[in-house]
């Protein structure tokens, strides 16, 4: 099984002949990923990459069959690109861009909700279930099939992370870029449910920064659900000064249970496996399941 995205998932891309979502869409279909067409308004009826071009979310929806859409749209319209596919009837959105307004976030956040779909981002790098379907800008070749799953808010350690998985002689069932901006459409603990529910999956990575509670809301559920399965943690911005953004918005500590050491703390008291360097993961997924299998 997978999550959110498999071969099945009938995939447009919204921005689709701009740049950016010209070249991370051609690196999809490279990757086998069933990309059925994209959207950009006033390009309708014509082909890009030899998928077709829909004027609306709506039309590819109802042309193509379309579940799934990636959305690689400027920050100024991006909120309204999220509202459109949901509004369409897609049920898995995700939003790649960055910087998009936290007041239009707010906004797109509740409307996703209320229609019942699934936002992942934005400003992150998308979803991967090896073999099967890459909705996302990270470097596919990395990936490779198992049963390790992986929840980030950091792009570079998701890849990071599964380089080191299958350096272990494992492989991954479905990584999730959930993204590092204040507002998100999933959070860390509704993506690691997601993982948790899914059979295949026998251990979890949870990659987490300082700022915000979402690592310690994920950590409180994963022990109140039984520690089911096995979850190995890092938490990145260990040597952030306070009160500063770095790198991702919402990556800025706000008060003491915001910070890399307490948030570790939690973590551990809540029955995770955490280590203190990215250097780290692999061997330490390697050593748990070794062990839940003894």
């Given at each position: 099984?997978?999550?959110?995205?498999?071969?099945?998932?009938k995939?447009i891309?919204?921005?689709?002949?701009?740049?950016e979502g010209t070249?991370?869409?051609?690196?999809?279909?490279e990757?086998?990923t069933?990309?059925v067409?994209?959207?950009?308004?006033?390009?309708?009826g014509?082909?890009?990459l030899e998928?077709?071009v829909?004027?609306?979310?709506?039309d590819?929806?109802e042309?193509?069959?379309a579940d799934t859409s990636?959305?690689f749209?400027?920050?100024a319209?991006?909120?309204?690109a999220?509202m459109?596919?949901?509004?369409?009837?897609?049920?898995v959105?995700i939003a790649?861009?960055e910087?998009?307004?936290?007041?239009?976030?707010?906004?797109?956040?509740?409307?996703v909700?209320?229609?019942?779909a699934?936002?992942?981002?934005p400003?992150c790098?998308?979803?991967?279930?090896?073999g099967e379907?890459?909705v996302?800008?990270m470097?596919?070749?990395?990936?490779k099939?198992?049963?390790?799953?992986i929840?980030?808010k950091?792009?570079?350690l998701?890849?990071e992370?599964?380089?080191q998985v299958?350096?272990?002689?494992l492989?991954?069932?479905?990584a999730i870029?959930?993204?590092?901006?204040?507002?998100i459409?999933?959070?860390?603990?509704e993506?690691v449910?997601?993982?948790?529910?899914d059979?295949?999956?026998e251990?979890?990575?949870?990659?987490?920064?300082?700022?915000?509670?979402?690592?310690a809301d994920?950590a409180?559920?994963?022990?109140a659900?039984?520690n089911?399965?096995?979850?190995?943690?890092?938490?990145?911005?260990?040597t952030?000064?306070a009160g500063?953004?770095?790198?991702?918005?919402?990556a800025?500590?706000?008060?003491?249970?915001?910070?890399a050491?307490a948030?570790?703390?939690?973590?551990?008291e809540?029955?995770?496996?955490v280590?203190?360097?990215?250097?780290?993961?692999?061997?330490?997924?390697?050593e748990v399941?070794v062990?839940?299998?003894?």
């Amino acid at each position: 099984m997978s999550v959110l995205v498999n071969k099945d998932s009938k995939i447009i891309v919204q921005g689709f002949t701009g740049s950016e979502g010209t070249f991370h869409a051609s690196q999809m279909i490279e990757y086998g990923t069933n990309v059925v067409g994209g959207v950009t308004p006033g390009k309708g009826g014509t082909l890009h990459l030899e998928r077709p071009v829909f004027n609306t979310v709506k039309d590819a929806v109802e042309q193509a069959g379309a579940d799934t859409s990636i959305i690689f749209v400027p920050p100024a319209f991006a909120a309204d690109a999220i509202m459109e596919a949901a509004d369409a009837g897609i049920k898995v959105i995700i939003a790649i861009t960055e910087g998009i307004p936290v007041a239009d976030m707010i906004h797109a956040n509740n409307y996703v909700k209320q229609r019942n779909a699934r936002l992942i981002g934005p400003n992150c790098p998308g979803v991967i279930t090896p073999g099967e379907a890459k909705v996302g800008i990270m470097p596919g070749f990395v990936f490779k099939k198992g049963n390790v799953g992986i929840v980030s808010k950091s792009g570079t350690l998701t890849y990071e992370a599964a380089d080191q998985v299958v350096k272990q002689g494992l492989g991954i069932t479905t990584a999730i870029g959930i993204g590092g901006d204040p507002i998100i459409g999933t959070t860390t603990k509704e993506a690691v449910e997601l993982l948790m529910n899914d059979p295949e999956t026998e251990c979890i990575i949870m990659i987490g920064e300082i700022g915000g509670q979402l690592e310690a809301d994920a950590a409180k559920w994963i022990k109140a659900d039984g520690n089911r399965k096995p979850v190995v943690g890092f938490i990145a911005g260990e040597t952030a000064p306070a009160g500063r953004t770095m790198g991702h918005a919402g990556a800025i500590v706000g008060g003491s249970d915001d910070t890399a050491a307490a948030k570790k703390r939690i973590m551990r008291e809540n029955g995770i496996y955490v280590v203190d360097s990215p250097a780290e993961i692999g061997k330490k997924v390697k050593e748990v399941l070794v062990n839940a299998t003894v």
